[in-house]
């Protein structure tokens, strides 16, 4: 039952170093996110993936990349990152099965420092 | 503009008392669902209540309600008898369901503290 798994847990960066979070569910759920929270803000959808093979942008876009290998795995990617990326970042998936009910699995979340 | 508004950054309450979270939502669409999460100092999300913008009855889960008034766009969540348990971070989110959009939006979050 491991539901949501990201790794690492905490990461730190110097400014305009690259880095990739791991996402992978094992629920078979077609659609996956990624969020970052920061402080005062809630979460902000970074990119989402409503089915293997599709990525759309979110709100906060900008400084990110997305990769949808498989059903399963949903990797986000800092190509230069910058202090502004400091955030916690929450992986997450859902059923496409349903009448829009479906909730959102997080995962346990990334802590990541940008110095 | 705001999809989600939470107003109270902070709230206090005494253990076994109810309290009342308030979320109000802004959405022209007449489909949509709202959710409510929490967030303990541990930082994993956990689903609480879930509310359908057709449903005529508030949504309950144990001791979580939904007060879903949907002329005044509001879906406040009610706790009951409050336990030291319930202080967490409390997000009420919204689901769009225009073009099957499957991502939830946000509010800024109610810090809940339960005192004994």
């Known amino acids: 039952n491991a539901g949501v798994t990201q790794t690492p847990k905490f990461q730190v960066l110097k400014t305009g170093q690259s880095m990739t979070l791991q996402c992978a569910q094992d629920?078979?759920?077609?659609?996956m996110y990624w969020y970052r929270q920061d402080p005062g803000m809630g979460l902000r959808l970074i990119y989402y993936?409503?089915?293997?093979?599709?990525?759309d942008k979110g709100e906060v876009p900008n400084g990110y990349n997305v990769s949808r290998l498989n059903k399963r795995e949903f990797s986000l990617r800092l190509e230069s990152a910058a202090p502004s990326q400091t955030s916690v970042y929450f992986c997450?998936?859902?059923?496409?099965?349903?009448?829009?009910?479906?909730?959102?699995?997080f995962g346990s979340g990334t802590q990541l420092s940008v110095l | 503009a705001q999809k989600i508004t939470q107003t109270q950054p902070g709230m206090f309450v005494q253990e076994k008392e109810a309290v009342t979270l308030d979320c109000t939502y802004d959405?022209?669409?007449?489909?949509?669902?709202l959710f409510w999460y929490k967030q303990p100092s541990s930082g994993e999300m956990i689903f609480l209540i879930y509310?359908?913008?057709?449903?005529?009855q508030n949504a309950t889960e144990g001791r979580y309600s939904l007060n879903f008034q949907k002329a005044r766009k509001s879906a406040n969540l009610v706790i009951s008898a409050s336990q030291l348990g319930d202080s967490a971070m409390y997000f009420c989110?919204?689901?769009?369901?225009?073009?099957?959009?499957?991502?939830?939006?946000f509010g800024s979050g109610t810090r809940l503290q339960v005192q004994p």
């Open positions: 509310q359908g913008s057709y449903d005529e």
């Open positions: 959405t022209s669409d007449q489909s949509y669902g």
């Open positions: 629920m078979n759920h077609n659609s």
């Open positions: 993936s409503a089915s293997e093979g599709t990525t």
């Open positions: 997450a998936s859902s059923d496409t099965v349903g009448g829009g009910d479906e909730k959102l699995f």
């Open positions: 989110a919204m689901r769009e369901h225009y073009m099957g959009r499957r991502a939830l939006t």
